[in-house]
């Protein structure tokens, strides 16, 4: 399953775990801490201290009284000290989180950013580390992981890009805006010209229609997948798309997926902005320059970037949809 990026509060997150960045000694300090054991109440509170301390990286469980979660998973990360390597137990406080996870048989589970808040973590360097940690884990593992974010200040992008980004949008989405305005103000002046009848184009019969129909998506997406030489497994994670999803697509010749799912796959395959646009038409979609989430997707295409998962950061950076995680 896929992973994804939310702005929201953890204690609203509806999943089957949600992680808790505990003290080691559960002493309230955080603000992710405290808004869990508030909304837990006694029950929750007595669970928590009845397992004790726990030391830096570990990873303990309760229940979830008043929240929407089944589990909560008290991990206590580490309090950054730039004259200490303490990366590995950041990294620890997520390994050890997924594995308690995995033994719960949890299928989704909600993060925050571990450390990040008063335990201070450069907030840029803690979402490098999450991510590796999630992504690595989602190699060998089926789970729906979200990371639950507050705001934007942590997902940045190289200032050369971003500058691009936004000349791009500049030059090509909002003057493209602009001139759709001057021609459909055009249209309404010209309404008052009679139109005049041409011949009926000849139609064929359905039987021939139909044997014009190029190939359809899902046959495309597979040939493609075939000749990549990777296996669909690989794909539909590097798209990061949910393997029931990938199986209905297969299944099924004639389904539609949405665009957005389409674009991760596109990405995965690493496509040209030329191939990607045939993969979309055969489903019926487009790129369009006035539509800020393709304008992004197009740039990025042009710069042969990739990674679906940086791409899903720009995306966030702009409050557009995220790639895959459907």
């Known amino acids: 399953m896929p992973y994804t990026i939310v702005r929201n509060d953890i204690v609203n997150m509806e999943v089957d775990a949600i992680v808790n960045s505990a003290g080691t000694r559960l002493s309230r300090i955080g603000g992710v801490e405290r808004s869990i054991l508030d909304i837990g109440g006694p029950i929750l509170r007595k669970e928590q201290f009845e397992f004790g301390e726990l030391i830096v990286g570990q990873a303990k469980y309760t229940s979830a009284p008043n929240l929407y979660a089944k589990y909560v998973i008290h991990v206590s990360g580490p309090i950054y000290d730039e004259s200490t390597n303490n990366e590995i137990d950041l990294r620890n406080s997520y390994r050890n989180s997924l594995n308690l996870a995995v033994d719960l048989e949890v299928e989704s589970i909600a993060f925050p950013l571990i450390s990040s808040g008063s335990y201070g973590y450069p907030k840029k360097r803690a979402l490098v580390v999450a991510q590796e940690e999630i992504l690595r884990f989602l190699e060998y593992n089926e789970m729906m992981i979200y990371l639950v974010v507050f705001d934007k200040s942590s997902f940045t992008i190289s200032k050369d890009f971003q500058k691009e980004i936004r000349q791009y949008i500049r030059t090509d989405y909002v003057v493209k805006r602009r001139n759709e305005v001057k021609n459909i103000n055009a249209r ?120 679906i998962h940086y791409i899903n950061n720009i995306l966030f950076v702009y409050d557009q949809e995220l790639l895959g995680s459907q």
Not at 200 to 229: A, H, N, Q, Y
Not at 289 to 303: A, G, H, P, R
């Open 188 to 307: 309404r002046d010209q309404m008052h010209v009679p139109l005049q009848r041409s011949a009926s184009p000849k139609i064929g019969s359905l039987d021939e229609m139909v044997l014009d129909v190029e190939v359809g998506f899902t046959d495309t997406l597979l040939k493609l997948i075939d000749e990549s030489g990777q296996t669909d497994a690989k794909v539909y994670k590097k798209a990061n798309i949910d393997r029931k999803l990938f199986s209905k697509i297969r299944n099924n010749r004639y389904y539609r997926p949405s665009k957005n799912t389409i674009l991760a796959f596109a990405i995965a395959l690493e496509l040209t902005l030329n191939q990607t646009n045939d993969l979309l038409s055969r489903a019926g979609y487009i790129l369009s320059k006035s539509i800020m989430f393709d304008v992004i997707i197009i740039e990025c295409l042009i710069k042969n970037i990739h990674n």
